[in-house]
């Protein structure tokens, strides 16, 4: 017997090495990364500049909103929000989903305001970004950097 399971075993081996095999299946595609250039097309640097009376700090910072619509008022919910402490800097929106979108602005007096509990206090300097200093609001498409900046003329009211 002794035999016989030596065959069957050296038998079983043989099979195993000559028995077809599945062919190798290609690796899947890969899926084409995130590119800087696609990045940019969704990111919005907003540089924001406030020309009033007051200085902008850690207590009187300035928040830049996006929104979807151009009437902003006080029951509109922004779709991005960002603040600094520095006046001139330049905030990058990452990943804005809608387009166009509408950039608002004010510098906080109060220095109390959090910028996400409600609408800014009533009286704040701000204003929304405009592609001529009187017009309407003007819609920005992520992608193209934008400059702007406000001074205390319009007071927030809405």
Known sequence: MNGISI????????QSTTAARPAAQKPAAAKPATTAASAARTDLP???????????DGAHKLFVWLFDNPDITSN?????????????ETLMFKNVTASPVYVFAVYDTTGNYDGVSGPPP?????????ASAKGAPAAVTPGAPIKFSFDDSEPWKK
């Open 46 to 56: 907003v540089t924001v500049t406030y020309k009033g009376k007051g200085t902008v």
């Open 76 to 88: 509109s919910r922004p779709v991005s929000s960002l603040s600094t402490t520095k006046n001139g």
């Open 122 to 130: 009533a009286g704040v300097p701000s204003a929304p970004y405009r």
């Open 7 to 14: 065959a069957a075993a050296a038998l079983l081996v043989l």
